[in-house]
């Protein structure tokens, strides 16, 4: 199973950036997705999760009321709509999935937001 995230890159603060992770691979099922994101310096921290069957969200209280979580089950996506971005929403952003038997945590390779003043 690879994942395989996108659109990254660098925004005025204030701004707007969409990010993509695709699931690819054989034989799995998705149990959750989601978006975890890492500054310098600091520890990898949630930034918002969604559940495949239901869609139920959670947002870190540091991005609810900007940023938006969604998925597309059919192509096995999860979107991370990211606005009114601030300076420190720079980091990179980790796409993580969870299958649901067995239960196997994935990450994918970071992409980068960086927001400027």
């Known amino acids: 199973v690879q994942l395989q995230a996108s659109g990254g890159g660098l925004v005025q603060a204030g701004g707007s950036l969409r990010l993509s992770c695709a699931a690819s691979?054989?034989?799995?099922?998705?149990?959750?997705m989601g978006w975890y994101r890492q500054a310098p310096g600091k520890e990898r921290e949630l930034v918002a999760t969604?559940?495949?069957?239901?869609?139920?969200?959670n947002y870190a209280d540091s991005v609810k009321g900007r940023f938006s979580i969604s998925r597309d089950n059919a192509k096995n996506t999860v979107y991370l709509q990211m606005n009114s971005l601030k300076t420190e929403d720079t980091a990179v952003y980790y796409c993580?999935?969870?299958?649901?038997?067995?239960?196997?945590?994935?990450w994918g390779k970071g992409t980068q937001v960086t927001v400027s003043s």
């Open positions: 969604i559940i495949n069957d239901g869609g139920s969200t």
């Open positions: 993580q999935m969870v299958t649901i038997s067995p239960r196997i945590l994935y």
């Open positions: 691979g054989n034989r799995f099922s998705i149990y959750r």
